[in-house]
């Protein structure tokens, strides 16, 4: 069973850089898609980028600009990076498995960040 965990800040201010960790288990970051989305609340999912199996990486593109999605494999982690934060991208982020037939098929918890001075 694949797993994921999410891990990072709950807290960043205004302007400054969020850090993400997803840690993975169960499965190998080389043979899928990981990828990373975000609620706020009252908001629906906004999906903000992915890696693929061969460590391209693609971005919405509203945020390609402030997002940098990498990985490493020995540890079976991958992670995001955004940029000059504001306070209405408070939100739960989550990491997720995008399978190869197109649906996020196993999801961490999420991680809860707000953004606040």
């Known amino acids: 069973q694949v797993q994921l965990q999410e891990s990072g800040p709950g807290l960043v201010k205004p302007s400054q850089t969020l850090s993400l960790t997803c840690t993975v288990s169960?499965?190998?970051?080389?043979?899928?898609?990981w990828t990373w989305i975000r609620q706020s609340p009252g908001k629906g999912l906004e999906w903000i980028g992915v890696?693929?199996?061969?460590?391209?990486?693609y971005y919405n593109p509203s945020l390609e600009s402030r997002a940098s999605i990498s990985r490493d494999t020995s540890k079976n982690q991958f992670f995001l990076q955004l940029s000059a934060l504001t306070p209405e991208e408070t939100a739960v982020y989550y990491c997720a498995r995008w399978s190869e037939s197109g649906q996020f098929d196993f999801w961490g918890q999420g991680t809860q960040v707000a953004v606040s001075s």
């Open positions: 890696i693929s199996h061969d460590g391209s990486v």
């Open positions: 169960g499965g190998s970051i080389a043979n899928n898609a």
